[in-house]
């Protein structure tokens, strides 16, 4: 067996561990730049505490607090510009993994002088600023990673420097600075922390210890994803969302990312999808493609995550992601060839080919058909389920229009059935019809089932969405808080069967 494995980051975790170790930070120089985001280190306590452990120890100190998510080229230079102009010895990077990446760049700057072109190619020098992080996402990992990633205008992309002069010297882990994050900014997060430690298992690059951080980083999270769902996570499971993320970062730092990384990149550049969210929304597609071949690495992932198929985890992630955003589809081709052309492609265990690429983006993202393609989506293997087990025709009534804001009583929630242009419901609609087929659905406890104990008590106005994807229907239940939960896959027969058995109502005087 050969292997190498690095991971020289000294890390230190625990609650207020910035300021009882503070003592650490003295043999790091005389003066720090401390690099952050516009505001949220400032709300979360992460940089006050920095700014007290380094008067403990009679440190200087100066800001540099304009790293924008995504950092862009102007703010690593400017960043750097301070360091060199205030006579900065050390940097300290405190927030997600925006300004970490920048952190790394401002250091490598500050004693270098790379000149732009030159900044994603190298050669980087020798030498570079002894850099400390305190994430206060748990996502990315970079506390403990060589990467930065950094907008890449010039190629229309975000791309990675890496270089072992990047890894930080030593990483503060406080879960308490997590407790500020909104909810979809910790599920994002969380779900590009899951996606290091998948993606390093679908890595050429995996070994046992890679596989071995990495199961482990996916068993904390898995343990923490209904909470996360809920946005009510403990301090216990913030810490262990905390630690899943370094080990995540300790993984890809042997492994690299996939293309699943690279495929993201273009997602948030072109539409500004967030870069953890980017990788959830691609996360089940490809993992389906690598199971075709690879069945066993699918397996070595779903069992720590505790999800017996990829349809669940699908799902799982549906939960945290919410509603799909629509991406126009002649976008994908040049998105693959993007992916395709990246250094993470090189990682894949199972390389996908150019149409393989496309798919993924297609049953991964609600889409805007292209006029000349038309719609080409296409699911296979998908375990359909008769609508009429679910949701029995009798119990629903189509309602005027005038009549389908009416409020929910005890005994009837409102639906909607949303269906795309030109399709033939094979019934008789004796109200003008939008393409939406409004009505309530009169036994709640009939509903109830439909949710499997998923929903809530006390029913709000809830959805029922029904999208035609050529040869079949996804039919997905949204729940109160609008996220999409549910989702079964039905033929359009059984769709056909389901409105000719309803009971249609034209405009009935009794329901005014
Ligand atoms: P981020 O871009 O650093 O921050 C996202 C948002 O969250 C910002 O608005 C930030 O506010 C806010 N925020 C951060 N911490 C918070 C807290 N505790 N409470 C409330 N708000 C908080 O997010 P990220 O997902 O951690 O980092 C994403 C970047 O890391 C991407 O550029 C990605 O490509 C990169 N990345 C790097 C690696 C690596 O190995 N180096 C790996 C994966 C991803 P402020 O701006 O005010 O701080
Ligand atoms: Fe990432």
Redo the contacts with the bound molecule.
């Keep these: 067996m050969e292997l190498t494995y690095h991971s020289p980051t000294r890390i230190i975790a625990g609650e207020d561990c910035i300021r009882k170790y503070a003592v650490e930070l003295k043999a790091f120089g005389s003066k720090a730049l401390i690099v952050?985001?516009?505001?949220?280190?400032k709300?979360?306590g992460?940089q006050a505490d920095i700014m007290t452990a380094l008067g403990m120890n009679a440190q200087k100190y100066a800001i540099y607090d304009r790293?924008?998510?995504?950092?862009t080229v102007a703010s690593v230079y400017d960043g750097a510009a301070l360091a060199k102009a205030e006579g900065c010895d050390f940097v300290i990077a405190v927030?997600?993994?925006?300004?970490?990446?920048a952190a790394?760049v401002i250091a490598l700057l500050a004693v270098n002088d790379l000149p732009v072109q030159n900044l994603f190619t190298g050669p980087y020098g020798g030498n570079i600023l002894p850099l400390v992080c305190v994430?206060?996402?748990a996502?990315?990992?970079?506390e403990v990673?060589q990467?930065?990633?950094v907008?890449n205008d010039g190629a229309e992309t975000?791309s990675?420097i890496g270089t072992p002069l990047f890894f930080p010297r030593l990483s503060f882990l406080d879960p308490r600075?997590?407790?500020?994050?909104?909810r979809n900014?910790m599920i994002?997060?969380v779900i590009?922390s899951l996606s290091?430690s998948i993606e390093g298992i679908i890595s050429t690059r995996a070994t046992l210890m890679t596989d071995t951080l990495a199961v482990r980083g996916i068993a904390l999270i898995s343990e923490c994803l209904s909470q996360l769902a809920e946005g009510n996570l403990s301090r216990l499971q913030l810490e262990r969302l905390l630690l899943a993320s370094s080990l995540g970062?300790m993984v890809?730092?042997n492994t690299g990312?996939t293309i699943l990384?690279a495929m993201g990149?273009s997602l948030?550049y072109f539409h500004g999808i967030?870069?953890?969210r980017a990788n959830g929304l691609l996360l089940a597609s490809a993992l389906e493609h690598v199971g075709l071949t690879r069945p066993d690495l699918v397996r070595r992932i779903l069992e720590p995550l505790r999800v017996n198929s990829l349809h669940t985890l699908r799902i799982k992630l549906d939960t945290l992601l919410g509603e799909r955003e629509m991406i126009p589809q002649e976008d994908f081709q040049k998105f693959a060839d993007k992916a395709l052309a990246s250094k993470n492609a090189a990682n894949c265990a199972v390389l996908p080919d150019r149409s393989a690429v496309i798919s993924m983006y297609e049953s991964s993202l609600s889409v805007t058909p292209s006029p000349q393609t038309g719609s080409s989506l296409r699911r296979a293997n998908i375990p359909f389920v008769v609508l009429e087990k679910y949701l029995p025709g009798e119990f629903l009534r189509v309602i005027p229009a005038r009549l389908r804001n009416v409020p929910p009583g005890h005994t009837e929630i409102p639906v909607e059935f949303e269906l795309s242009p030109g399709f033939d419901p094979g019934a008789r609609i004796p109200v003008s019809w939008d393409g939406t087929l409004h009505g309530f659905v009169h036994d709640s406890d009939q509903l109830r089932s439909v949710f499997s104990g998923v929903m809530a008590d006390g029913y709000a106005r809830r959805r029922v969405f029904l999208n035609d994807w050529g040869d079949v229907f996804l039919l997905t239940f949204e729940n109160g808080t609008r996220d999409r939960e549910i989702e079964y896959f039905v033929t359009p027969t059984e769709v056909r069967a389901l409105f000719r058995s309803c009971r249609i109502q034209g405009e009935p005087s009794d329901l005014r």
């Excluded at 952050?36 to 280190?41: F, K, L, R, W």
């Excluded at 600075?177 to 909104?182: A, I, V």
């Design positions: 952050t985001g516009a505001s949220s280190a709300k979360n992460s790293v924008p998510p995504n950092p927030g997600g993994g925006s300004p970490m990446d790394k994430p206060t996402t996502g990315t990992g970079s990673t990467y930065a990633i907008t975000k990675g600075y997590l407790e500020s994050l909104p900014t994002n997060t590009d290091h970062g890809i730092a990312t990384h990149y948030t967030d870069h953890g």
